[in-house]
C-alpha cells in the first residue's frame, strides 16, 4: 500500500469510529468501493495518460477536527470576493469568513454536520450518481468531512452570483467535500466556485458535486482553480437536467501539479439545453486532465461544448470527451471540440473525442486542433509596430478569451477575463 492511501485508510479508520451506525456503514460501502476499483494507474484506459505517481507518495494529513478548530483564511486571499459566499478552508465550512445574510429566502444551505439522519441520508442517496464517476468519488464517500445542500426554490432568480471558495491553506493535507445543488422549476442561479491554495507545499483536494435542475431551471456555474504549484487538484461532477432546464458550466485550470476533473450532465428530459466550456493551462511538468460526458436520454435536446489547452514546457493535458445519443434521443443537436495550442516542443496533449450515436435523425459534430501560434497572424502584428511579446501575448489571449466571453453573467465575465489575462502575463509573455 502506497503512502497516500496508508494515510487514507488510518483516517477511514478514525472517522468511523465518530459517526452513528448508519453513518458509518455508509462510509464502510464507499471503502469498499474504493477498495474493489483500485487506485487509478496508466494501465486503466480512463487514466491511460494521467499517472498519480507524484501523489501516491506523499502521506498526507487528514483533519477531522471540528469546524472551529480550523484556521481561517488569509484576510487578503478573500479580498475582492464580495458576498453573498460560502468559504471552506481544508474542506471545513467558515462560518466567520462566510458572507451569506443577504441571500434570499428561496435560497436554502444545509450543511452535513447539522443534518439528522433522514436528511443525510436523503444527501447520500443524491450524491451517488456523482461519486459513483471515479475511484476518487468513492473515497470522497468514505472520508469526506463536511457537505453544503444548496436548494433554490421555485421561482427564485439570484441576480448576484453565489460564491463558493474553496481554498487549501495547510501543507501536507488533503480534504475532501460535497456540494449537492437542487435548482426547482423556474429558478436562477449563478455559482462562481473559487478553488484557491496558499500553501507552497503539496495539498490535495477531493470535491465532489452533484446537480439537479427541475424543468425550466436555469444554473451557471462557473469554476476557476487557482491553488498552489504542488497542489493535487480531483473532482467529479454530475448533472441531471429535467424538461427545458439549461445548464452551463464553465471550468478554468489555471495552476497545480496534476488536475482532473470529470464532469457527466445527463439531458433526460425534452428540451434541455447544456453548455460545457473549459480552458487548462500547463506549464512545466504540470498535467491537467478532464474527461467529460454529455449523455442525450431524451429528444429535442441540446449541447454544446468546447474545450481549450494553452500548454507550454513541459506541459501535459488530457482531453476526453464523450457525447451520447440514446435511441430515442431524436432531434438532438450536440456540437463538441477541443483546440490545443502547444508554446514548447517538449508539451503535449492527448485528445480524444467521441460521439456515440444511436438515434438516425440528429445533428452532431465534433473535432480537435493541436498547433503553434500563428507565424502570419504575429508577423501582421510586427508590421503594425507592436513589439514581439506583446504580439504574442495578444494571440494566446484572443485563443483564451473566447471561453471567457460565453460566461453570461457581466461581472464573472469580466473577472475571469482579467484572471485569464494575467496568467499569461505570470508566464512571461508580455
Keep these: 500500500m502506497n503512502p497516500f492511501l496508508a494515510q487514507c485508510r488510518a483516517s477511514f479508520e478514525a472517522q468511523a469510529t465518530q459517526e452513528g451506525t448508519v453513518e458509518g456503514s455508509q462510509r464502510q460501502a464507499e471503502w469498499t468501493r474504493f477498495e474493489a476499483l483500485g487506485w487509478p494507474t496508466t494501465r486503466l484506459e480512463d487514466w491511460k495518460y494521467t499517472a498519480l505517481s507524484g501523489l501516491e507518495k506523499l502521506s498526507l494529513h487528514h483533519s477531522i477536527e471540528p469546524r472551529e478548530a480550523v484556521k481561517g483564511a488569509p484576510r487578503a486571499l478573500l479580498e475582492g470576493i464580495p458576498a453573498p459566499r460560502l468559504v471552506f478552508v481544508d474542506g471545513m465550512f467558515q462560518p466567520d469568513q462566510s458572507m451569506i445574510e443577504g441571500l434570499p429566502k428561496g435560497v436554502h444551505l444545509r450543511f452535513w454536520s447539522e443534518l439528522d439522519a433522514r436528511e443525510r441520508e436523503r444527501f447520500t442517496q443524491k450524491m451517488a450518481p456523482a461519486r459513483a464517476l471515479t475511484a476518487f468519488g468513492a473515497l470522497n464517500g468514505a472520508l469526506f468531512t463536511e457537505g453544503i445542500w444548496i436548494t433554490v426554490d421555485a421561482g427564485c432568480a439570484l441576480e448576484t452570483p453565489l460564491h463558493l471558495v474553496k481554498v487549501s491553506l495547510t501543507g501536507q493535507r488533503m480534504s475532501h467535500g460535497a456540494l449537492l445543488l437542487e435548482s426547482e422549476e423556474n429558478s436562477e442561479l449563478t455559482l462562481r466556485e473559487h478553488c484557491l491554495g496558499s500553501t507552497d507545499q503539496p495539498a490535495h483536494s477531493n470535491w465532489v458535486t452533484a446537480i439537479e435542475l427541475a424543468p425550466q431551471a436555469r444554473l451557471t456555474l462557473v ?208
Aim: charged letters at 25%; one cysteine or more; proline letters at 2%.
Design 223 to 430: 469554476k476557476v482553480q487557482q491553488e498552489g504549484l504542488l497542489s493535487y487538484h480531483t473532482a467529479a461532477l454530475h448533472g441531471l437536467q429535467r424538461a427545458g432546464s439549461q445548464l452551463q458550466v464553465f471550468a478554468f485550470a489555471l495552476s497545480g501539479a496534476l488536475g482532473r476533473n470529470d464532469i457527466t450532465l445527463r439531458l433526460i428530459e425534452p428540451h434541455a439545453e447544456c453548455v460545457l466550456k473549459g480552458m487548462y493551462r500547463v506549464a512545466d511538468r504540470a498535467l491537467q486532465d478532464f474527461h467529460t460526458t454529455i449523455e442525450h436520454d431524451s429528444p429535442h435536446c441540446t449541447s454544446d461544448e468546447c474545450f481549450k489547452g494553452v500548454l507550454e514546457g513541459s506541459g501535459k493535458a488530457v482531453f476526453n470527451g464523450r457525447v451520447r445519443v440514446a435511441l430515442d434521443a431524436q432531434k438532438t443537436s450536440s456540437r463538441q471540440s477541443n483546440h490545443n495550442l502547444l508554446l514548447s516542443d517538449k508539451a503535449e496533449v492527448n485528445t480524444k473525442p467521441q460521439l456515440e450515436i444511436f438515434a438516425d435523425d440528429v445533428k452532431c459534430s465534433h473535432g480537435t486542433t493541436v498547433g503553434q501560434l500563428d507565424e502570419e497572424q504575429w508577423f501582421y502584428l510586427r508590421t503594425r509596430g507592436i513589439a514581439a511579446d506583446l504580439a504574442r501575448t495578444l494571440l494566446i489571449q484572443a485563443f483564451t478569451l473566447e471561453i471567457a466571453e460565453a460566461i453570461p453573467h457581466v461581472d464573472v465575465r469580466a473577472e475571469v477575463r482579467r484572471l485569464l489575462g494575467g496568467t499569461v502575463e505570470e508566464n512571461g509573455h508580455v
